[in-house]
């Protein structure tokens, strides 16, 4: 298993401005997850983040607006830039299980919203 | 047509009672199906992991997989308060392939 540490918990910002979110591994991983989670909707993948190449983006996210750093193996940012309120969702850090199940470990989530 | 279907309730029953989750899928490709819980402002935890079709058991849990209909069931026994959670299906193709969420069903076991 896998202890993730995201930071912040929660916030409130103000539209036009930026929130970078950390996430810290307690292991070294190769990859990392960050995920989206809008009220009444899906867990929603945002981008896969490589440690020492350019994270990948799933269709509908671009990296000007979810900016993601991965500095080492068991740390990594990401940032939502020129917030809006459709901003507004909880987005979640997440590493897979190296074993055969390739299970899922989140981080508790930071929960954001845009006023 | 959505890859994975999930009513997302509320589903309110009594403790002791027995709850029924259910998904649909159209991607006849998943061959690996998780139910994960989730607290109310705490990360998604994995409950239960099936691999192909069938049954498995842990404790007062059963997932069940029916891959000719495309139907993931999670049957929960002897319902407790602290049962209260969003339950999320969630099927992949492979190991190594992305996860794919279902909306995730809102429980609530009354005393």
């Known amino acids: 298993s896998a202890v993730i540490s995201q930071k912040p918990s929660r916030d409130i910002c103000q539209r036009g401005t930026s929130l970078t979110i950390q996430c810290q591994v307690d292991?070294?991983?190769?990859?990392m997850f960050w995920y989206r989670q809008q009220p009444g909707q899906s867990l929603t993948l945002i981008a896969t983040a490589n440690q020492g190449s350019e994270a990948t983006y799933e269709s509908g996210f671009v990296i000007d607006k979810f900016p993601i750093s991965r500095p080492n193996l068991t740390f990594s940012t990401l940032t939502v830039s020129n917030m809006s309120p459709e901003d507004s969702s909880i987005y979640l850090c997440?590493?897979?299980?190296?074993?055969?199940?390739?299970?899922?470990?989140f981080g508790q989530g930071t929960r954001l919203t845009v006023v | 047509q959505k890859e994975v279907e999930q009513d997302p309730g509320p589903l309110s029953v009594p403790e002791g009672a027995i709850v029924s989750l259910n998904c649909t899928y159209s991607?006849?490709?998943?061959?690996?199906f998780m139910w994960y819980r989730q607290y109310s402002r705490k990360g998604p935890e994995l409950l239960m992991y099936t691999y192909s079709s069938g049954n498995k058991e842990d404790g007062r849990f059963t997932a069940q997989v029916d891959k000719s209909s495309k139907y993931i069931s999670l049957f929960i026994r002897d319902s407790q308060p602290s049962d209260s959670a969003t339950y999320l299906c969630?099927?992949?193709?492979?190991?190594?392939?992305?996860?794919?969420f279902g909306k995730g069903t809102r429980l609530h076991i009354l005393p």
């Open positions: 292991s070294q991983v190769t990859m």
């Open positions: 969630a099927p992949k193709v492979n190991r190594d392939d992305k996860i794919i």
């Open positions: 997440s590493v897979e299980d190296q074993g055969i199940r390739g299970e899922a470990f």
């Open positions: 991607n006849s490709a998943f061959q690996y």
